[in-house]
């Protein structure tokens, strides 16, 4: 595990793959070929890396949100808006544990209030099964809304790959 709020890159790419395993709107093919990316990055890095790295992505899409709203509408208010309409549809998903809300929330609350997400739910211990589920349900949430936002289904989808390609471009 790495330590004071910094995560593996691939382990990021993993978290934003098991979005995309989530995304209904994800071909088949490329569905099977992101889990297999994040058994690969469990296997690596563990399971705690991959879920620290989703609590990051929830803390950059929720900042992005609140600074710079997709769209260019209305700035959203973090707490009116953004974190109750998160939070409210986690019961969409049948297995995300409602014992698992508060710490989820904690997480939203501290992106919004421009902390470190990771190194503020590192303070906690290790994020457990249950807990990561929820992470990334909320993670899947704020990317719907990112799409819904700038009416265009798939567009953070695309902005992120973009963003690995890059990042990979770099790498080498």
Do not use: N
């Amino acid at each position: 595990m790495s330590s004071d709020g910094v995560v593996v890159d691939e382990a990021v790419r993993a978290a934003w793959d098991a979005y995309r395993v989530l995304e209904k709107r994800t071909p088949a093919e490329e569905r099977q070929q992101a889990q297999q990316r994040v058994r690969a990055a469990i296997d690596s890095f563990g399971r705690e890396e991959v879920s620290r790295s989703a609590v990051f992505l929830v803390g950059v899409l929720t900042g992005y949100l609140i600074a710079e709203p997709p769209g260019g509408g209305d700035q959203l208010d973090p707490l009116s808006d953004l974190i109750p309409a998160v939070i409210r549809r986690l019961p969409c998903f049948e297995l995300a544990d409602p014992e698992q809300v508060p710490m989820a929330t904690g997480v939203l609350m501290a992106a919004a209030m421009g902390m470190d997400t990771v190194a503020w739910r590192d303070r906690f211990g290790k994020i457990p099964q249950k807990e990561a589920m929820v992470h990334g349900f909320v993670l899947w949430l704020l990317a719907d809304l990112f799409d819904s936002l700038v009416e265009r289904p798939g567009a953070i989808d695309q902005m992120m790959r973009e963003t690995f390609e890059t990042m990979s471009t770099e790498d080498r």
